[in-house]
């Protein structure tokens, strides 16, 4: 079963693709998307990563909450879905 990933406090220079390969270190990924401003398209500074996996998602917070990226200290937990 997937498991979906918040991950904040980005660089509003991040790419879908940079956070594809970095996650991709923990297992398989199988959607990323920045959240961006609807009027500017600028990143908002957080994202969702769905690993395919529940035990590859607690790999990757593991790996990365903490985790510096680009000049920032990453926030990594489990996303909350409604």
Do not use: C, R
Not at 10 to 32: M, P, R
């Amino acid at each position: 079963m997937s498991a979906k990933l918040y991950v904040g406090n980005l660089s509003t220079s991040t790419t879908q693709e940079e956070l594809n390969v970095l996650f991709t270190e923990a297992g398989n990924v199988t959607a990323v998307e920045v959240i961006k401003d609807q009027s500017s398209g600028e990143s908002k500074g957080f994202a969702f990563v769905t690993m395919s996996e529940q035990s590859e998602a607690d790999q990757a917070i593991k790996m990365f909450n903490a985790h510096s990226f680009g000049d920032h200290d990453l926030k990594v937990n489990m996303a909350i879905v409604k």
